[in-house]
């Protein structure tokens, strides 16, 4: 069973660490500032639109502004954001999205939408539009912000950066001053930085929401640097492991491979950016000391190095004395692919899913998109373990999922506002696997059941054991089997088997039907599976009548009682209508949804019904056109 063991990871550290050998940064962090220079005429709700971010989230990172009326012109004001890895590890940044207005060009997008936190060239290179032909209205822009999560070689007092864009007038002790920073810690994080020039960005220690700079922390783990360092001692190890002929041909070449890459990157391999433990963690869990590597007797040394990305390899005994023996008492669920456990290990919360050996194909395919796709959004994967059976070792959501909270007896009724922002987180993390990686992630099981929520009703979208890559602008392409969850199936891939982002974006208006109504994707009248019809349909006959607006409510959520907004509830059934759409060209994408449901949650634009079933008109209700 060892040798199965070492075998199955050293395949690991081959399919994960040549998509990272050659990457700058191997992840992002999960807070950021941005330094937004109010210009005259700009106000909290503009920057709150085009960052993406609630004003009451704002406020809290700006204990100088009592309220969003008194912001003053000529000041700044920082703003959270995630801090991502991009550009197939090129560079840390974020990914914003602006719905373009008539006159727009990318020097103004830049320069005074954004304040210069971007520049033209980032605009240029991650958009399709030329710089002289940018649409007049009804476009979207990719808007890279560039950002820091630290450095330990510099400071580990600062975790927490503000990315400043340096204006006319500025100088090093200004910005210094400013920020209750020493000149010299300014010039340390920005040796490169000229201060006479009156533009460019700085990367400054930020405070948090308590007025804290927080330090960087870093917790104890094995870089991909230990998997560099280590090469000869892990490749002289494989000559004692009995390995097929082609395998064997295979993992020699990669050592071959990675020397090389040692050689090559020797001078520059202390230049990979450091992560701290509290950026890296999005649910208070850590794994510290010497044990988190994960490594033991019998298995490969440099397994820790290539999961770097928040993933620990766990024993089966650590895994065993954490669950009680996998005891009913500590079986929190139970899935198409395995049961799932509750467990305390190294004194953190996590979430065990236990799955067959049979079920490699979904194992990897969950571990390969979690250990290299880290959003606010998405379930974050702790580590995993291959002994005996296949296990999974989760972030414990606390709150379970939105299915148990629609028809559980023993949850308490979501409030409608709650729902609106579940729906909205759940989005965002759709759209970060849709828009923002390389290749594209497409998770084909989105359901109700699949979507988790945090303790303070945050949602995270789960379970991508049966997530299917493709790349960047593919419209489809054919899949060898049925999979996902009947209900939640466009006409498409239930019958053809085409598989795109828009059969999540079908999901997912099934979701927010689900959200509105607290019905199954399938409701069973009379509990008779024949007479049973399908969400979509009993919406859809409803919202094509006339007086839909009066026969709506027969299908809100009882329980809601009359503690909703008629007109923000025809709205997301509205939104729904159009992701449902059975042609799936004309149903917008996740990025147009995030803007929507953005849009809805402040309740300040008027939506038009028909503009859903064209993503560029969608896009204009971030302006109010």
């Given at each position: 069973?060892?040798?199965?063991?070492?075998?199955?990871?050293?395949?690991?550290?081959?399919?994960?660490f040549?998509?990272?050998?050659?990457?700058t940064?191997?992840?992002?962090?999960?807070?950021?500032?941005?330094?937004?220079?109010?210009?005259l005429?700009?106000d909290?709700?503009f920057?709150?639109?085009?960052t993406?971010?609630?004003?009451?989230?704002?406020?809290s990172?700006?204990?100088?502004?009592p309220?969003?009326?008194?912001?003053?012109?000529?000041?700044?004001?920082?703003?959270?954001?995630?801090?991502?890895?991009?550009?197939g590890?090129?560079?840390?940044?974020h990914?914003?999205?602006?719905a373009?207005?008539?006159?727009?060009?990318?020097?103004?997008?830049?320069?005074?939408?954004?304040?210069?936190?971007?520049?033209?060239?980032?605009?240029?290179?991650?958009?399709?539009?030329?710089?002289?032909?940018?649409?007049?209205?009804?476009?979207?822009?990719?808007?890279?912000?560039?950002?820091?999560?630290?450095?330990?070689?510099?400071?580990?007092r600062?975790?927490?950066?503000?990315?400043?864009?340096?204006?006319?007038?500025?100088?090093?002790?200004?910005?210094?001053?400013?920020?209750?920073l020493?000149?010299?810690?300014?010039?340390?994080?920005?040796?490169t930085?000229?201060?006479?020039?009156?533009?460019?960005?700085?990367?400054?220690?930020?405070?948090?929401?308590?007025?804290?700079?927080p330090?960087?922390n870093?917790?104890?783990h094995?870089?991909?640097?230990?998997f560099?360092?280590?090469?000869?001692?892990?490749?002289?190890a494989?000559?004692?492991?009995?390995?097929?002929?082609?395998?064997?041909?295979?993992?020699?070449?990669?050592?071959?491979?990675?020397?090389?890459?040692?050689?090559?990157?020797e001078?520059?391999?202390?230049?990979?950016?450091?992560?701290?433990?509290?950026q890296?963690?999005r649910?208070?869990?850590s794994?510290?000391?010497?044990?988190?590597?994960?490594?033991r007797?019998?298995?490969?040394?440099g397994?820790?190095?290539?999961?770097?990305?928040?993933?620990v390899?766990?024993?089966?005994?650590?895994?065993?004395?954490?669950?009680?023996?996998?005891?009913i008492?500590?079986?929190?669920?139970?899935?198409?692919f395995g049961?799932?456990?509750?467990?305390?290990?190294?004194?953190?919360?996590?979430?065990?899913?236990k799955?067959?050996?049979?079920?490699?194909?979904?194992?990897?395919?969950?571990?390969?998109?979690?250990t290299?796709?880290?959003?606010?959004?998405?379930?974050?994967?702790?580590g995993?373990?291959?002994?005996?059976?296949?296990?999974?070792?989760?972030?414990?959501?606390?709150?379970?999922?939105?299915?148990?909270?629609?028809?559980?007896?023993?949850?308490?009724?979501?409030?409608?506002?709650?729902?609106v922002?579940?729906?909205?987180?759940?989005?965002?993390?759709?759209?970060y696997?849709?828009?923002?990686t390389?290749?594209?992630?497409?998770?084909?099981?989105?359901?109700s059941?699949n979507?988790?929520i945090?303790?303070?009703?945050?949602?995270?979208?789960?379970d991508?054991?049966?997530?299917?890559?493709?790349?960047?602008?593919?419209?489809?392409?054919?899949?060898?089997?049925?999979?996902?969850?009947?209900?939640?199936?466009?006409?498409?891939?239930?019958q053809?088997?085409?598989?795109s982002p828009?059969?999540?974006?079908?999901?997912?208006?099934?979701?927010?039907?689900?959200?509105?109504?607290?019905?199954e994707?399938?409701?069973?009248?009379?509990?008779?599976?024949?007479d049973?019809?399908?969400?979509?349909?009993m919406?859809?006959e409803?919202?094509n009548?006339?007086?839909?607006?009066?026969?709506l409510?027969?299908?809100?959520?009882?329980?809601?009682g009359?503690?909703?907004?008629?007109?923000?509830?025809?709205?997301?059934?509205?939104?729904?209508?159009?992701?449902?759409?059975?042609?799936?060209?004309?149903?917008?994408?996740?990025?147009?949804i995030?803007?929507?449901?953005?849009?809805?949650?402040?309740?300040?634009?008027d939506?038009?019904?028909?503009?859903?079933?064209g993503?560029?008109?969608?896009?204009?209700?971030?302006?109010?056109?």
């Amino acid at each position: 069973m060892k040798l199965i063991t070492l075998n199955f990871s050293l395949l690991l550290i081959i399919g994960i660490f040549f998509s990272v050998a050659d990457s700058t940064c191997r992840r992002g962090c999960d807070l950021a500032l941005a330094s937004y220079y109010v210009w005259l005429g700009s106000d909290l709700t503009f920057i709150s639109n085009v960052t993406q971010t609630p004003i009451a989230t704002i406020l809290s990172y700006n204990p100088q502004i009592p309220n969003q009326d008194s912001v003053l012109a000529d000041s700044r004001i920082n703003v959270p954001f995630p801090c991502d890895c991009l550009a197939g590890g090129e560079f840390l940044g974020h990914v914003f999205t602006y719905a373009v207005n008539s006159g727009d060009t990318y020097e103004h997008v830049a320069q005074t939408s954004y304040a210069n936190l971007t520049t033209v060239e980032l605009l240029q290179r991650f958009n399709r539009y030329p710089a002289y032909n940018v649409p007049d209205r009804g476009a979207v822009l990719n808007v890279t912000v560039r950002c820091s999560c630290g450095d330990r070689d510099v400071d580990r007092r600062y975790g927490l950066f503000v990315t400043y864009p340096l204006r006319v007038g500025e100088t090093l002790e200004s910005v210094a001053a400013a920020n209750n920073l020493s000149v010299d810690v300014v010039r340390a994080f920005n040796p490169t930085a000229n201060f006479s020039a009156g533009s460019g960005l700085l990367y400054i220690p930020g405070r948090d929401q308590n007025g804290n700079y927080p330090p960087l922390n870093t917790r104890y783990h094995v870089s991909v640097l230990y998997f560099y360092k280590n090469t000869s001692k892990f490749c002289g190890a494989i000559a004692g492991i009995s390995i097929a002929g082609v395998a064997g041909v295979f993992i020699v070449a990669a050592c071959v491979y990675v020397g090389f890459l040692r050689k090559k990157n020797e001078g520059k391999i202390q230049l990979l950016p450091t992560v701290s433990d509290d950026q890296s963690q999005r649910a208070g869990t850590s794994f510290k000391g010497p044990d988190s590597s994960g490594t033991r007797d019998g298995t490969s040394p440099g397994i820790a190095g290539i999961t770097v990305d928040k993933s620990v390899e766990f024993s089966y005994e650590e895994l065993a004395n954490a669950t009680d023996d996998f005891s009913i008492a500590n079986k929190i669920g139970e899935g198409g692919f395995g049961a799932v456990y509750y467990a305390e290990l190294r004194g953190e919360k996590a979430a065990i899913k236990k799955m067959d050996m049979q079920a490699t194909k979904e194992f990897l395919a969950e571990l390969k998109v979690l250990t290299h796709v880290h959003h606010l959004n998405l379930v974050r994967l702790i580590g995993y373990c291959v002994e005996g059976s296949l296990f999974l070792v989760y972030e414990f959501v606390e709150n379970g999922n939105i299915s148990q909270h629609l028809r559980g007896t023993d949850r308490e009724p979501l409030p409608w506002a709650t729902r609106v922002q579940i729906a909205l987180d759940s989005a965002r993390g759709l759209e970060y696997i849709h828009e923002h990686t390389v290749p594209v992630y497409i998770h084909r099981d989105i359901k109700s059941a699949n979507i988790l929520i945090d303790k303070n009703f945050h949602a995270k979208v789960a379970d991508f054991g049966l997530a299917k890559l493709t790349e960047v602008g593919s419209n489809s392409m054919p899949t060898g089997r049925l999979v996902g969850t009947f209900g939640y199936m466009p006409p498409e891939y239930a019958q053809y088997g085409d598989v795109s982002p828009k059969v999540d974006v079908y999901a997912f208006g099934v979701v927010i039907y689900e959200l509105i109504s607290a019905k199954e994707a399938i409701v069973k009248a009379g509990g008779s599976a024949a007479d049973s019809r399908g969400l979509v349909a009993m919406f859809e006959e409803v919202l094509n009548r006339p007086n839909s607006s009066e026969e709506l409510p027969k299908l809100i959520d009882p329980r809601l009682g009359d503690n909703y907004p008629l007109d923000s509830v025809q709205k997301m059934a509205q939104l729904a209508k159009a992701c449902t759409h059975e042609n799936p060209q004309l149903r917008p994408s996740m990025r147009s949804i995030v803007v929507a449901l953005m849009t809805l949650s402040s309740t300040t634009e008027d939506w038009d019904v028909g503009s859903f079933y064209g993503n560029q008109g969608l896009l204009n209700l971030m302006s109010g056109r």
